[in-house]
């Protein structure tokens, strides 16, 4: 039980990392809708966002994986 505080430590970090890509995942969607308007070619921008997606899920699987530590680790011990 003693490591708890540590993981819920790590997982204010992953949660801030998670809103923190969250948001240049919308901002570049905004960036890909503008260039599309403009008529040009959006292929690195949405190269970009499938990476800042691809983040995104590792990020929200890291989330996963603490929760089921702190769970783990709240459960008494028989």
Do not use: F
């Not at 990020?59 to 929760?67: A, P």
């Amino acid at each position: 039980m003693a490591q708890v505080w540590k993981e819920r430590e790590d997982l204010d970090k992953v949660d801030r990392k998670i809103a923190e890509i969250e948001k240049c995942i919308s901002g570049q969607m905004l960036r890909i809708d503008r260039i599309a308007r403009n008529g040009q070619d959006a292929t690195k921008a949405k190269e970009l966002l499938r990476t800042y997606q691809q983040s995104l899920r590792t990020w929200r699987e890291r989330h996963l994986l603490i929760l089921e530590e702190i769970a783990r680790q709240d459960e008494p011990e028989l």
